[in-house]
């Protein structure tokens, strides 16, 4: 099953899931490139809300761009496996060899604004990232590595720590809370 089917076959938990998932499809639809980053008013990418085996916990990565505490995530690059994406992503930000999906199903779907920043001495002006989350798993002792060219802190939390270190209040208001929520509904 191809990305698009699976986001269009995905129920939305929430207002917000909703109107991003008709935002994402129609983006699809109308841009090749939505899978590439040189698609410089939005592209696709990948995140991961990545707790420990009790679900008791989160994986963050304090993001040196957003200056706060994030979840995993980046661009697909041309990569229509998202799922794929998401486990690379975790490995790459935060040294965890040992993750796995807790389904293959997506977990959510959000429109993400992304302010004008540098990276790597060039300007890359505001877009949308067009995102897809999923639900990973991983073990709380496995040691951890920072990603020196994107983070400068890896670390576990609390759900509801999560919510607490991260600066970004639309995200914890809007995407981390749902997340936590959402979480409380898998068995």
């Not at 099953?1 to 929430?14: C, L």
């Not at 761009?65 to 998202?82: C, F, P, R, V």
């Not at 930000?93 to 997506?106: A, F, K, L, Y």
């Not at 670390?155 to 936590?180: C, H, M, Q």
Request: with cysteine.
């Amino acid at each position: 099953m191809s990305i698009y089917e699976e986001i269009a076959r995905y129920e939305p938990f929430n207002e917000q899931e909703a109107r991003d998932k008709a935002v994402i499809l129609r983006f699809l639809e109308q841009h090749e490139d939505a899978f590439r980053r040189e698609n410089r008013i939005a592209h696709m990418t990948a995140s991961a809300w990545v707790v420990n085996p009790t679900r008791d916990r989160v994986l963050m990565v304090y993001h040196k761009i957003y200056d706060s505490w994030s979840w995993t995530g980046g661009h697909a690059d041309g990569e229509t496996d998202l799922l794929s994406v998401a486990l690379r992503e975790v490995t790459e930000e935060t040294g965890v060899t040992h993750v796995r999906p807790v389904s293959g199903e997506i977990f959510s779907l959000e429109t993400l604004t992304v302010d004008g920043h540098e990276k790597r001495g060039q300007y890359v002006p505001s877009h949308l990232h067009l995102n897809v989350t999923y639900l990973l798993e991983a073990d709380d002792a496995e040691p951890l590595r920072i990603c020196e060219d994107e983070n400068k802190g890896v670390a576990w939390f609390s759900l509801d720590g999560a919510l607490a270190a991260s600066t970004e209040p639309w995200f914890v208001k809007r995407i981390y809370t749902k997340l936590n929520e959402k979480l409380k509904t898998i068995p």
